[in-house]
């Protein structure tokens, strides 16, 4: 429909806000429940972030983006990439290593290590692609596995290669990239790499609407008989997408590496549980690029501001899981209400429009 | 039971899905112990009014009496409960599940879903001449098979009213035949049969009455004794019957396809297609004709590259395409109608100026290097709209929208475009309206005039004949025969089709 | 009364009916357990003494092993000295930057303590302590990730392999198989020290003695909270014919004591961090044969004196034999007999005549 | 939909022909694993210890899978077992802790995990919501709520933690049978050549085994009797298979993909009540560890079908408690995996499948050097064992696999013909 279109857009906007009702309801339902106080709860999370909190919200924001691009990119063409964190994690791993042994320098080991990010990612997404196309293995069930998989590997490879000091292990220590600090030194701040997330906003807007493969990509989303029948190869273009995923993937945690972490280290430095996020806001975004810009933010606000909860109230910050998984869930069910209703709704256009009521199709 | 007893009554049948009216003013009767024909084209309501007789739908106007009682039927239970069973175009059978776990599915109170129902099935395969063995898993069985079990499914149920859609449609004469005998014993056993389909010689054949469709509705009725397969055609098109006109022939020296000795065989080593050979010049158009599921979809395939043939070669023009991907074929010259638009044509949730894309993704005016031409493709897709009056609110209308008809005539456009050197059309104008085929046969005809090379594969006999410089039959994946259509007849055709005569 | 609404509610929550369970439950719970206000010291303590954050790492005040343990130190110091506090815990997989801003949270309400529990504090803690100079900090377990010494940091460490010597000394001497087991949470240079403590003090004793070695996990941090891991792993090392396992796996540690209990009478498991005795179940109490104590509670409490007093401790501690920071347990008996054996190993390496190794 | 591609083989004449063969393969993997046991002189490989263990790793795998198959068997793929289950972990303790009796508390885990269950029916049937993206919120909800309420909850309860609840009574055990107990323990201890790993298998299943292990391998036999021998069942698969066709028989397609979405719940839970109670006896937070994915992929391993499935859970199980028991031991499997992948290779170029057999010669000769060029396989390794084992599975055995056909496609009333 036309994009000025004021139903569509009321209709556009219908299922983010049945979904935002229902998870708001659900979080003061299960508060009141075990006896806390929802007024507590919503007047700390709806407080304005202080500075520092505004800070790790656009950094955050900004990893959770990444992690969703990655998501949506096999999203849209019907594969489920449940990999995402063991494609990071692993992928987080070797940049960092690769940073530490400093081959280069300055800005050269910086680039080189995120191309490494990437390229590791999407060779380990590969193989669920490649399982996929050659041995019809469903992806969902391979890159589980694959996650369990990457996780011992890092495990090993930082036991056995890393830096072993005090009780902790991680990789050699590298040089940060500034960043830029909106506030005081001590509130911190926003990494460079956020642009990451930019890029990868803006490359997946781009790709998806203005080139040939992302009209491939859409296409065999939406009908894998119809895409292989206008020539799309569906077994390059599943090894493809899941490479272009795994790939993205491999990015979502560098802002953090050369922000702020200076090295990878399991329970320390290293972020995990990103992937299953990405998934998350990929889906209550819709796999769309603002959409999903709105579900990170949203995300990351919820996760960020519910540090606060433990001094000001007595709600458990475990309570945002919930408002989470109640707002993708609701969403989708929303959409897909929206999505019954428009097909009505258009169908019924057409017929007015052409006044054709009377034509027969059975 | 005497003739004169009426098993099913329709009064006024209406049904309308979001705007569209598929049924009003519905009229039928059904005389018990009679074989009664349905007919109409595809798109005249017959299927949408026999899911409401069967309860899957529930009609918006009218009534139903069955044996003389108004019944309401919500659902097929309802259905089953008044002695009314169905058989279903495409067969609703689960092919993992055995012959006996299909037949008592849904009947289990009956006769259990043991030995008792095993012996039940023995009894009624054995009372028709099914022939059913009740543990063999249904994925094993021929499609012959497979609607003897769903008649069988129908008579387990202790059905008296039995429809059957389009029965014909995938049988060989043979098993026509075999169809036709169970259907006079039925009939015989004091059962009513209704009898669906488009296929006038096959109605005439079987049918004690008959009931012509048109848009939604019964517009009369016929006697088959007295009435000819012309009047019947007229009734259902609801004027003269438009034919397409055979011209002179515009056929070149130039050779734009040839397949050598193609063979194709599916994964367990049977062969769909065996040593097929054919050529098609610049401004021919090459018929195939043939009963469905003899490897017309599987030949097409093969040679829009969504298929790799295990032998023979395919040359378009003096290149040797045989291992080229679809992609290649398409920005080759190749336009492809496919025979299921929706499962090859459409992409249903995406606007028109998208589906313009489809399948030329890498041609002008849609992509400009790997950058796909947005306005390009839209301004194309107007003037397809308009060229092929295809009847749409909008070029950002999603296909699914529109009717039939007017997503074919999309599909011919985009095909059309960009000068193709071969048009492989299937089934270009199944489930479209009168109007719409006749503009679809003028398209064809004059890319043709212009030296395009046709494959056309049609059900339709008339539209083979009339617009085919040559026809071949196809039989079990083999080409057997080559006629000439400016001779040729249907009944010719016909008995080529089913190896009555190999010419 | 707090805890009946909290349990009808959850039970209307998650659409309950079964009548049986809500009965049985409201019957007479009411005075039965006590209130949660008085578990918790920072929900009460209003006094005008030094205000103390602490920020347990994931696991949290609950888990009954270093968490708690901190928080009983916490408890008294804030008792003692008439303060109040406030808590913050980890989750799992929290960015680095929840840890900083759970601690300038706590700086920011006023807290002049404060002290991380965890290892993974230690970056968090050197990049807020510059920020607060007046603000005195101290890290469980914790190391200066660089070379700038921070002025107002304190690094709590303990020689958990001395405390593991001392445990597996009481292990070879009450083995009756002469086979002894160990399972550790995850295979990290954390938990190999306690491995190679307990080892040696066996060996020490008995040089033929077999001790098996299990770890739930090899990097992957779940294997501290894997009750069912610990368990099928110490049941695999009674199985083979030990009959003391020692465990050093955190919350899986539950799951060891379980395995001790299901192998039977002569079976014992020694437990990790604080007296496990303590908070066990009465089964399992039976078969808990002594604890290998690591006092975060010590060390929680004297870091905060030492801001009480004025003279706030910085640099590192080492809390172990000698200062009483490590040591084990000898709640329930059951190795009162052997008592001067132990404690002859103790004098040892206290005195340096015994140098416990650090990994095995 | 493309979450498993269908790949339309109907290799029936292989599988009918591995039915009939079914116990000639089980008692095949016995004899391979005692030949290995002999040949490495490990005899832990199958002690009753390790059976026991083997056994209680399984249960919740089972379970699990379990759930998987009542789903999938109508129809809806369940992504969502493994936050089902968690919540089940949950219920159990719950429910145990305010009840006293360890069967109120698998009832209640077996509650929530329905009401994780519903939740996935209601996005699914009622709203056609694609299921894995749907399992996925699932699985999101039911870690979440599960932390909230322990928090809640546990915090003040005796043995209790805002991340556990620990001291709670189990179900009984069942000691010993007196008569087959102790003659099979003592024929396992002769480490006779296949004897002996029988014995260790019927020792196993009859001393100190939890009444509960023994009531889930009864649900697997009854779920199977259910599913293939009653009408009820054959209602419930011909809408996984076909639900249009069940449509027009006059099967209530929805009512019958609600029952089994919830019982696929309710099975979910009791696994994760099986791990609080029996595995663990307590519960902690999170401590299901993606045993619900392994479960859905050991259902998969046993193509939708019970016996299937219980071999799949058993060589998770197996292999997961042998990791935690015997690192040792897990070097030996690198032989018994060699000398399988060695047999299958034989077969094949007995069929004269040479692409195939090449494909299974590589990886068994490749096992077969590393175990015999090293003493022990790197601890990291065999924590990977049971997701390798996955992959390799599914690498070599999707095309022979065939799931329901009309699995994890949506179905709206009224679709038919």
């Known amino acids: 429909m036309k994009s000025f279109n004021p139903r569509a857009i009321g209709l556009a906007l219908l299922g983010p806000a049945i979904a935002i009702v229902a998870s708001v309801l659900v979080t003061t339902l299960v508060i009141a429940a075990v006896g806390s106080s929802p007024g507590d709860f919503w007047s700390t999370m709806f407080d304005f972030p202080k500075p520092r909190s505004r800070v790790d919200i656009v950094n955050q924001t900004a990893m959770i983006y990444t992690a969703a691009v990655a998501a949506a990119i096999g999203f849209r063409m019907g594969l489920f990439n449940i990999g995402l964190e063991g494609q990071y994690t692993l992928a987080s791993y070797a940049a960092a290593a690769f940073a530490g042994g400093a081959y280069l320098s300055g800005f050269a080991n910086v680039f080189v290590s995120l191309l490494i990010a990437v390229a590791v990612g999407a060779a380990w997404s590969a193989i669920a692609g490649i399982l996929k196309t050659t041995r019809g293995v469903s992806e969902v069930i391979s890159t589980i596995m694959l996650n369990s998989i990457a996780i011992t590997l890092v495990g090993y490879l930082l036991n056995k290669y890393g830096v072993h000091e005090g009780n902790t292990v991680h990789t050699t220590r590298i040089d940060l990239v500034s960043g830029w600090t909106p506030f005081e030194n001590r509130d911190g701040e926003i990494w460079t790499l956020v642009i990451i997330a930019v890029l990868a906003g803006v490359g997946f807007w781009v790709l998806l609407n203005k080139t040939r493969f992302g009209f491939d990509l859409r296409a065999s989303g939406q009908s894998e008989t119809v895409a292989k029948a206008s020539g799309v190869n569906p077994h390059r273009m599943i090894i493809t997408a899941m490479a272009l995923s795994g790939g993205v993937a491999g990015l979502i945690w560098m802002p953090a590496l050369f922000g702020k972490a200076t090295n990878f280290g399991l329970g320390t430095t290293f972020q995990a549980g990103l992937g299953f996020l990405g998934i998350a806001v990929a889906l209550l975004g819709r796999n769309r690029p603002i959409g999903m810009l709105f579900g990170a933010l949203l995300f990351a606000y919820l996760s960020v501001k519910s540090n606060d909860l433990t001094f000001a109230t007595d709600v458990s910050p475990s309570i945002v899981q919930i408002t989470q998984g109640v707002a993708v869930l609701a969403v989708v069910v929303a959409y897909e209400v929206v999505r019954r209703w428009r097909a009505r709704l258009e169908q019924r256009v057409v017929a007015q429009e052409l006044g054709t009521a009377t034509e027969a199709t059975a | 039971m005497t003739q004169e007893s009426v098993a099913v009554e329709l009064r006024g049948i209406g049904k309308r899905f979001p705007g569209v009216i598929a049924n009003h003013d519905v009229d039928l009767t059904i005389r018990a112990g009679t074989v009664h024909a349905l007919i109409g084209e595809n798109g005249a309501g017959k299927s949408t009014l026999m899911k409401i007789l069967y309860g899957v739908q529930k009609p918006d106007d009218g009534t139903i009496a069955i044996n003389g009682r108004e019944v309401a039927l919500r659902t097929p239970t309802d259905a089953i409960a008044n002695g009314v069973g169905m058989v279903f175009q495409h067969f609703m059978l689960a092919d993992n599940l055995t012959v006996l776990e299909n037949m008592v599915l849904g009947a289990e109170k009956l006769h259990g879903i043991g030995d008792r129902a095993r012996a039940e099935i023995r009894r009624i395969s054995d009372a028709f001449g099914f022939g059913l063995q009740p543990d063999v898993l249904v994925e094993k069985l021929g499609v012959a098979d497979r609607q003897r079990l769903e008649i069988a499914k129908v008579l387990y149920r202790g059905a008296c009213i039995i429809i059957l859609d389009e029965p014909t449609a995938v049988l060989v004469p043979q098993e026509v035949d075999a169809l036709f005998a169970n259907l006079r014993e039925l009939r015989n056993a004091g059962n009513a049969v209704l009898f669906i389909s488009h296929k006038l010689d096959e109605v005439l054949a079987i049918a004690d009455d008959i009931t012509v469709m048109r848009r939604g509705t019964t517009v009369g009725t016929a006697d088959p004794h007295t009435t000819t397969k012309r009047e019947l055609a007229e009734l259902m098109v609801g004027s003269e019957l438009p034919s397409p006109e055979t011209e002179e022939s515009t056929v070149t020296d130039t050779v734009e396809l040839t397949l050598a000795n193609v063979t194709l065989a599916d994964e367990f080593g049977r062969n769909l297609l065996t040593d097929v050979s054919l050529s098609i010049h610049r401004g021919e158009i090459l018929g195939i004709a043939g009963v469905e599921g003899n490897g017309q979809a599987e030949l097409v395939e093969t040679i829009m590259g969504m298929r790799i043939p295990g032998g023979g070669t395919i040359h378009l023009g003096t290149e040797d395409v045989t291992h080229w991907h679809t992609r290649k074929l398409r920005e080759a010259g190749i336009g492809y109608i496919p025979e299921d638009r929706h499962r090859h044509g459409l992409l249903l949730d995406a606007p028109l100026w998208e589906n313009r894309i489809l399948g030329h993704q890498t041609q002008a005016p849609n992509a400009k290097g790997p950058w796909i031409n947005r306005s390009g493709a839209r301004k194309d897709t107007q003037r397809i709209v308009a060229e092929y009056d295809v009847r749409a609110p909008g070029i950002d209308t999603p296909a699914r929208a529109l009717s039939g008809g007017n997503q074919q005539k999309l599909i011919v456009g985009r095909e059309m475009s960009g000068d193709p050197v071969l048009l492989i059309a299937s089934h270009p104008t199944r489930g479209v309206d009168v109007g719409a085929q006749a503009a679809i046969w003028d398209h064809i005809k004059r890319a043709r005039r212009a030296g395009l090379a046709v494959l056309l594969i049609s059900a339709d006999l008339d539209e083979l004949i009339g617009l085919s410089d040559t026809i071949q039959v196809i039989l079990r994946g083999r080409l057997v025969g080559t006629f000439d259509p400016a001779s040729v007849t249907p009944q010719d055709l016909g008995a080529a089709m089913t190896g009555g005569q190999a010419a | ?360 | 939909m493309t979450t498993t591609t269908t790949t339309p083989s109907p290799v029936s004449r292989v599988r009918n022909a591995a039915r009939a063969n079914w116990l000639f393969i089980a008692l095949g993997a016995v004899a391979a694993v005692s030949l290995v046991r002999i040949l490495t002189d490990t005899n832990d490989l199958t002690s009753v210890g390790t059976i026991r263990a083997a056994i209680i790793a399984t249960c919740p795998i089972l379970m699990a899978g379990l759930g998987g198959l009542w789903a999938e068997r109508a129809g809806v793929v369940n992504i969502g077992l493994e936050g089902q289950m968690v919540l089940g972990t949950w219920g159990a303790a719950f429910f145990t802790y305010h009840s006293g009796s360890p069967w109120v508390g698998i009832l209640g885990a077996a509650l929530l995990g329905m009401i994780g269950g519903l939740l996935h029916a209601i996005a699914t049937v009622t709203f056609g919501v694609d299921h894995i993206v749907s399992g996925v919120a699932i699985n999101l909800i039911g870690v979440g709520a599960t932390t909230y309420l322990a928090e809640a909850t546990f915090t003040d309860l005796e043995g209790g933690g805002p991340r556990q609840l620990i001291g709670l009574p189990t179900p009984t055990t069942i000691d010993r049978i007196p008569g087959i107990s102790g003659p099979a323990a003592d024929l396992a201890d002769k480490h006779w050549f296949f004897i002996s790993d029988v014995a260790s298998f019927v020792a196993a299943l009859t001393t100190k085994i939890s009444l509960l292990s023994l009531v889930i391998f009864a649900l697997v036999v009854a779920s199977g009797w259910i599913l293939w021998k009653t009408s009820f069942g054959l209602r419930l698969r011909s809408c996984g298979e076909n639900p249009q066709a069940a449509e027009t028989l006059g099967v209530n397609v929805y009512l019958y993909k609600y029952v089994a979405v919830l019982i696929s719940g309710a099975m979910a839970g009791i696994g994760g009540g099986f791990l609080a109670l029996v595995a663990s006896s307590g519960f902690s937070t999170n401590q299901t560890n993606g045993r619900g994915y392994i479960g859905l992929a050991a259902m998969i391993f046993g193509n939708w079908r019970p016996g299937g499935l219980l071999a799949g859970a058993l060589t998770f199980g197996y292999t997961d408690s042998l990791r935690l028991r015997d690192t040792h031991a897990v070097h030996s499997l690198l032989l018994l995996v060699a000398v399988a992948l060695i047999a299958i290779t034989v077969l094949r170029i007995v069929r004269k499948q040479i692409a195939g057999a090449v494909a299974m010669a590589v990886p068994g000769a490749a096992l077969l050097v590393w175990f015999l060029s090293t003493d022990s396989v790197p601890r990291d390794f065999t924590s990977m064992t049971p997701y390798v084992t996955t992959l390799f599975v599914l690498a070599l055995g999707t095309q022979r696999l065939r799931m329901p056909a009309a699995d994890g496609r949506p179905y709206r009333k009224g679709s038919a013909g």
């Open chain 3, 1 to 360: 009364m707090r805890r009946l609404t909290k349990l009808s509610a959850v039970a209307a929550v998650a659409a309950l009916a079964l009548a049986g369970c809500g009965s049985s439950d409201s019957g007479g719970s009411d005075g039965g357990s006590k209130p949660a206000a008085s578990k918790d010291v920072c929900k009460t303590a209003k006094g005008d003494g030094p205000k103390i954050g602490l920020a347990y790492d994931v696991g949290g005040r609950g888990d009954q092993s270093f968490n708690d343990s901190a928080y009983v130190g916490l408890k008294k110091a804030v008792e003692e000295f008439k303060g109040s506090c406030v808590e913050g815990e980890a989750s799992d997989g929290e960015p680095e930057s929840a840890r900083e801003d759970r601690l300038r949270n706590m700086a920011d309400s006023g807290a002049t303590a404060i002290i991380g529990v965890g290892f993974a504090y230690s970056d968090s803690v050197n990049a807020v302590a510059p920020d607060y100079p007046k603000v005195n900090f101290a890290i469980v377990d914790g190391f200066d990730p660089d070379t700038k010494p921070n002025a107002n940091v304190a690094y709590l460490t303990f020689a958990a392999n001395e405390g593991s010597y001392l445990v597996g000394v009481a292990a070879a001497e009450k083995t009756k198989t002469g086979q002894i087991g160990f399972v550790g949470g995850v295979h990290n240079d954390l938990i190999k020290g306690f491995e190679a403590g307990y080892v040696a003090g066996a060996k020490a004793v008995k040089p033929d003695i077999k001790v098996d070695i299990a770890y739930i996990q090899e990097s992957d941090l779940k294997g501290f909270g894997d009750p069912a891991g610990g368990k099928a792993a110490a049941t695999g090392e009674f199985d083979k014919g030990a009959d003391i396992v020692y465990h050093a796996s955190g919350a899986s540690g539950s799951g060891v004591f379980d395995a001790a209990v299901e192998a039977g009478d002569g079976k014992w498991a020694i437990g990790v961090d604080s007296d496990q005795y303590l908070t066990a179940t009465t089964a399992q109490k039976a078969h808990i044969l002594t604890s290998a104590l690591k006092r975060v509670d010590v060390a929680t409490y004297d870091f905060i004196k030492t801001v009480n007093d004025g003279k706030p401790a910085t640099s590192y501690t080492t809390y172990d034999l000698k200062n009483d920071g490590v040591g084990y347990a000898t709640s329930g008996g059951f190795i009162d007999d052997i008592k001067s054996d132990i404690d002859g190993y103790k004098a040892k390496i206290v005195s340096g005549e015994i140098k416990v190794p650090t990994k095995p």
